[in-house]
């Protein structure tokens, strides 16, 4: 089981970029990719969530309306469209992946469920 991140970059506030997340060797039917980010000094905080089948999706409260998650099951990618970026986004992003976890399922964003993560990838917003 393996996720791989890509797609970060320093970009002005106002900005947009798309993060990738690509999985191979998950062989379950249904389980969940969500994304994480770490900023320095803080916790690891869920941004956001959609099952691998259903395609049923989940925000955090500070990202709604900004980002975007897909995915293109063809191409085992899950990405992350984040427009209107602001510096407070500055953070590693990471997916990971659990079929245990129900994606919009209270509990999504709890990075202690999932077992596989990415290596992570950093945006970094910034004038």
């Known amino acids: 089981l393996q996720l791989v991140e890509s797609g970060g970059g320093s970009v002005q506030p106002g900005d947009s970029l798309t993060l990738s997340c690509v999985d191979s060797?998950?062989?379950?039917?249904?389980?969940?990719i969500a994304w994480f980010r770490q900023a320095p000094g803080k916790e690891r905080e869920g941004v956001s969530c959609v099952t691998h089948h259903e395609g049923t999706t989940n925000y955090a409260d500070s990202v709604k309306g900004r980002f975007t998650i897909s995915r293109e099951d063809a191409r085992n990618t899950v990405y992350l469209h984040l427009n209107n970026l602001s510096p407070e986004d500055t953070a590693v992003y990471y997916c990971a992946a659990d079929e245990l976890v129900v994606c919009p399922n209270p509990g999504w964003d709890v990075s202690g469920y999932y077992r596989t993560w990415g290596q992570g990838t950093q945006v970094t917003v910034s004038s």
């Open positions: 060797g998950f062989t379950a039917l249904y389980y969940t």
